[in-house]
Each structure stands twice: as structure tokens, then as C-alpha cells.
């Protein structure tokens, strides 16, 4: 018997990973909840330009608004997912069977955290999905205009072509700051032997971030560059931005690198206490 | 190869202030079975942790196949086959997956992996779990499956730690079996159990484990002839026996079973010892003497524990 591969085990620990994870029920049901907060984001955003007299109505608006609370969800669901990685194998002993076998604790952190990853995008989409769906029927993904009292005001601000090109790019980014937060529960989970303990611990660690945040505390900003809260406020920037006319204001080199940083630095964390660990439960 | 399979050298481990391991020497040579004896909480899980490479040592060293545990290249344990503390099965998934993840982990591939997994279903009667995810199993299915992934792929080392756990009397025979056949073609198993029975008919070598220490270590042979002989005496009135026996110097307790002492001496001794009890009025049924067993060697070295 001998490795089929040049990598080592590590495609082996991926599918392994990838399996494990697509069986998860937490994230079947995140995916749901994800797209229905995408889905109520941009039915809230739509209702609330209806009241105005002078809104800018289109699909794109409604999108960038159903982002927010989408991408809110899908992040919280990445958190709990990372959290469970390691030390839900841990509390049922197949951390242990599986690192008796010829696999690299390395490569078993770097398969979670690519099985995460790609939990992470499945998130971020369906949050997109369901928030594009509902401005798309409500709206359209037309030109955008200016409304007064209902009637189009002057010539198109944003044609819809170039509205879908920065809708893509903010869809495409968006799995990011998820990603990031499930990679943050990886890091947490690689400290615990028992699920609960760690999803608590990841939940400890994100809840008092975020509130922070939400409420804009002075300084918060500096406070908090890293944690997934700046993450999801970048995104929030970065979505209203393609709605509105500017989109020069959106902090695109915040929202690719803060989390693209967070979720490095968090799996190499998680790669780092694994490594060291005792291995008990 | 050379040199032990499996070895530690002054090794120790501790746990805060909980002392698992305090510098155990012992060594499994190549082609033994090799029974790991203590009571709960000697350290013998923690001993196979630090050799498997789980737990890392706090002081000496741990080695398998020759090299540093800890530090060991992951591809060493694909000849190995263990089952440390409990089954560690996916619990979402049915016996034949979690043995297939176990061929893959191996490196099996498609035909080979297929067959590997479909021998193993058969020899241990697993098909009959179908689908059941593992958590729904009973404790000894799921020993009975990782068992079945211990196996997988024939490995040179097989470690168990308490492999008869939840097994009903003929998985144990059956276990047995395999454990037989695998030392025959060449594996070398290390066997941790209570039960002493179980052990003493596999195992070639043997060590105890007391406090963290290793108490005796050596092939069982060497350490039955280590142990002090001893005569099974039934004597009536026992309590009377058990006079003259002290005043004649050997050492006896009771065995347990009514009437029956076992005295500290060597066969030769019996002649005399049988003399001196029907003089003093003790009518002697039975005298044999003991043959040493792992039990013996156990309650032996426990004993030099606690004298210590």
C-alpha cells in the first residue's frame, strides 16, 4: 500500500472533510436561513423605498440591502459550523481514529479549513440568491433611476450594466467575511474537546464584537479591525455603495483584505493549536 | 526491523498536578503480544497516547518503529492498526462508510479499498448494521466496527486498548482468533485489558503499570519465573492450617474459595508442610501447587507498589 498522491493525505482529508461537512445539518439549514434573511433584507429594503418620495428603486438596491442581514446570518451559521469542526471530532473520538491513521494534524486543519471555505461560499450565495431573487422580482435589475412621487426623474443615474458588474463583484466578495467568521470557529474549536463548549466560546467571542460595532462606538473602528464585525461593516458599506450612485465610497480594499487577513491568520491559528495539542477525548 | 516496534524510555506525563505517567521504561519487541496490565488509572492509556503520537510527553521519550513519536512522520501509522479508548467512529455514519473513510485514510483506492472494506463487513458480520448511523449502534457494534477498521489493511502494529469492551463472549473468541492469526503472520499486538484471562492466553510479553510506573516488564516466562512459587492447601480447620503454616514460617492467605490457602512455598516443600499440618490435627484434602499467572504477576507487582 502506498500514497496514490503527491500531496501526501491531504486530497484524501478533503473529500473526507468535504463529505463530512455537506452532511452536516447545521449547514443545510443555515443555507435556508441565510437565503430567508437575504430574502427579508431585500423585501424590508423594497417595502421602505416604496414610503419614500424620492427613492432610488431597483433590483440592485434591494440586493445590496438584503446583503446585510443575509450575509449576518450566513456568518453567525459559518461561526457555529467552524466551531464545530475540530471539536465536535474531538467529543466523539474521531479526532482521535482519524489522526491514528496517516494523516498530518496540518493537513486535517488545512482540509476543515477548505471544507469550511467552501461552506463559507455556499453561505454567502444562498444569502445573495435569496436577496437577488426578491429584488428581482420586486424591482427588476433594470437602469436605475431616480423616482419623485412614483415617476422617473431625469435621465438613468446607473445603467444596468454596470450596476450588474459591481452587484457581481459584491457577490463575489461577500463569501469572504463568511468564510472568515467560520475560519474564526475553526480557531476556536481547535482549543476544545467538546462541541458546546466550543460553539459557546466562538459565540462569547463574536456577540460583544458585533454589538460594538452595531452600536458605533467611538473608536470602534480602530478597536476592532480585525474581528468579523468589521468584516460584515465593510460589506455593509460595500453593498449600499452599489446602490447608490457612488461607488467610489465603498471600502472594497477593506472588505477584500480585512477578512481575506482574518481568515488566513485564523486557520493558521487553528493549524498552530492543533499541532500542539494533547489529543484526550 | 531492528529494535523495539514500540518503545518509552523514562517517559512521563503530566496533567497539572496529576502525575499520569512518571518515567515508565518498557519496550514491545517486534513480533510479540504484548500485554499492557494496570489498574484504572496507571497509565496505561497514556503510555499508548504518547507512543501513538496524541499526547506529547512532558519529560523523556516515546518511540514507534524507531522513531520520536511526537515528532513522527504521519506515514508510519499506516501500518498501524489501533483503537485507543473507545471506538472513535463518525457517528453520522454507518459502519460500512466509517470503514471506508478508514481505507481511504489508509490510502486504499477503489478496488483495493472496496474489497479491504467488503472482506472486513463480511469476517466481522457487519453487514447486518445496514444503514445505522454508528451513534445509534450499541456500544459493542461499535467496538465490533472499529475493530474491523484496526484491522483494515493487515498492519504491522496492532495497538488495543481495552478491545473486548461491550464484546459479547464469542465477538471475544473471535477477536482472539483474529488477534492469533495476526501475531502468526508476523504483527506484533499490544494488548491493554483488565481482562487478565484474555491477556494470559495471547501474550508472549507482558508489563504492569502502577502509579505511573512500570512495576515488572519482560516476557511472560521470565517474569512467571520472577514471581514467588506458591501452594494451593486445603486444609480443615483453615484457621488451624493457617497457624501451623505461620509457625512454620511460610507466609499464607486465603484464596478466596472456602478452605482453600495459598502458601508462599515451592513445590519441594510440600511433603514437610503436609507433615507438620496432619501432626497438628488438620486434615489436608488437597495440596497443588499454584502455577504463576498473569494474575500472579499482576498481584506481585501491585504488591512491590505498595511496599514501596
Request: one cysteine or more; glycine letters at 12%; aromatic letters at 4%.
Amino acid at each position: 500500500m502506498s500514497l496514490s498522491t503527491p500531496f501526501g493525505s491531504r486530497p484524501v482529508l478533503l473529500g473526507l472533510e468535504c463529505r463530512a461537512m455537506g452532511a452536516r445539518r447545521l449547514l443545510r439549514a443555515g443555507l435556508l436561513l441565510a437565503a430567508a434573511a437575504g430574502a427579508a433584507g431585500a423585501a424590508k429594503g423594497l417595502a421602505a423605498s416604496a414610503g419614500e418620495t424620492f427613492p432610488v428603486r431597483n433590483g440592485f438596491r434591494a440586493l445590496a440591502e438584503g446583503l446585510g442581514p443575509g450575509l449576518l446570518v450566513a456568518g453567525l451559521v459559518a461561526l457555529l459550523l467552524g466551531s464545530q469542526a475540530i471539536a465536535s471530532d474531538a467529543s466523539e473520538g474521531s479526532l482521535r481514529a482519524t489522526l491514528l491513521r496517516p494523516a498530518g494534524r496540518g493537513g486535517l486543519v488545512a482540509a476543515k479549513a477548505a471544507a469550511l471555505a467552501g461552506a463559507g461560499v455556499a453561505l454567502a450565495l444562498a444569502a445573495a440568491v435569496g436577496a437577488a431573487l426578491v429584488g428581482g422580482i420586486g424591482a427588476g435589475f433594470g437602469d436605475v433611476v431616480v423616482l419623485y412621487e412614483g415617476s422617473p426623474v431625469g435621465p438613468p443615474k446607473q445603467t444596468a450594466a454596470l450596476m450588474l458588474g459591481r452587484a457581481a463583484l459584491v457577490v463575489a466578495l461577500s463569501p469572504l467575511p463568511v468564510v472568515a467568521a467560520a475560519e474564526l470557529g475553526l480557531a476556536v474549536s481547535a482549543f476544545f474537546d467538546h462541541a458546546g463548549s466550543a460553539a459557546s466560546a466562538a459565540l462569547f467571542l463574536a456577540v460583544p464584537v458585533t454589538l460594538v460595532s452595531w452600536l458605533a462606538v467611538p473608536g470602534s473602528d480602530l478597536l476592532f479591525v480585525n474581528p468579523p464585525a468589521r468584516v460584515v461593516d465593510a460589506f455593509r458599506s460595500l453593498a449600499a455603495a452599489s446602490a447608490t450612485a457612488d461607488w467610489r465610497q465603498a471600502p472594497l480594499a477593506a472588505a477584500a483584505l480585512v477578512p481575506g487577513t482574518t481568515l488566513l491568520a485564523a486557520a493558521l491559528a487553528a493549524g498552530a493549536v492543533l499541532r500542539r495539542r494533547d489529543i484526550l477525548a | 526491523m531492528d529494535g523495539p516496534v514500540l518503545a518509552a524510555e523514562r517517559l512521563s506525563k503530566r496533567f497539572g498536578p496529576v502525575r499520569a505517567l512518571d518515567e515508565a521504561t518498557l519496550e514491545v519487541p517486534e513480533g510479540a503480544v504484548f500485554g499492557l496490565l494496570g489498574p484504572n488509572g496507571s497509565g496505561k492509556t497514556t503510555l499508548l497516547r504518547c507512543a501513538l503520537g496524541l499526547v506529547r510527553p512532558t519529560a523523556g521519550r516515546a518511540f514507534l518503529f524507531g522513531t520520536e513519536a511526537w515528532d513522527a512522520d504521519p506515514g508510519l501509522r499506516r501500518a498501524v492498526g489501533a483503537i485507543v479508548e473507545g471506538p472513535g467512529l463518525v457517528g453520522g455514519l454507518p459502519a460500512e462508510a466509517n470503514l471506508r473513510r478508514h481505507a481511504a485514510l489508509l490510502g486504499m483506492r477503489g478496488a483495493e479499498a472496496v474489497a479491504a472494506v467488503s472482506a472486513a463487513l463480511d469476517s466481522d458480520d457487519l453487514r447486518r448494521l445496514g444503514a445505522t448511523p454508528a451513534r445509534r449502534l450499541s456500544r459493542g457494534e461499535r467496538q465490533r466496527v472499529a475493530l474491523a477498521a484496526a484491522f483494515l489493511g493487515s498492519p504491522r502494529l496492532l495497538v488495543l486498548d481495552e478491545p473486548t469492551e461491550g464484546l459479547d463472549p464469542l465477538a471475544i473468541a473471535g477477536l482472539r482468533a483474529r488477534l492469533e492469526a495476526a501475531h502468526r503472520g508476523g504483527a506484533t499486538v499490544v494488548l491493554s485489558s483488565h481482562l487478565l484471562s484474555e491477556v494470559e492466553r495471547l501474550a508472549t510479553h507482558a508489563a504492569v503499570l502502577a502509579g505511573g510506573r512500570v512495576r515488572a516488564a519482560g516476557a511472560v516466562e521470565a517474569l512467571r519465573g520472577a514471581t514467588a512459587p506458591r501452594l494451593r492447601i486445603r486444609g480443615n480447620p483453615a484457621a488451624r492450617a493457617a497457624e501451623v503454616l505461620a509457625a512454620a514460617g511460610v507466609p499464607a492467605a486465603p484464596s478466596g474459595e472456602d478452605g482453600v490457602l495459598l502458601a508462599e512455598a515451592p513445590p519441594e516443600a510440600a511433603p514437610a508442610l503436609v507433615a507438620a499440618l496432619v501432626r497438628a490435627g488438620v486434615e489436608v484434602s488437597e495440596v497443588a501447587p499454584v502455577r504463576t499467572g498473569l494474575e500472579e504477576i499482576y498481584r506481585a507487582a501491585l504488591a512491590r507498589r505498595e511496599a514501596a
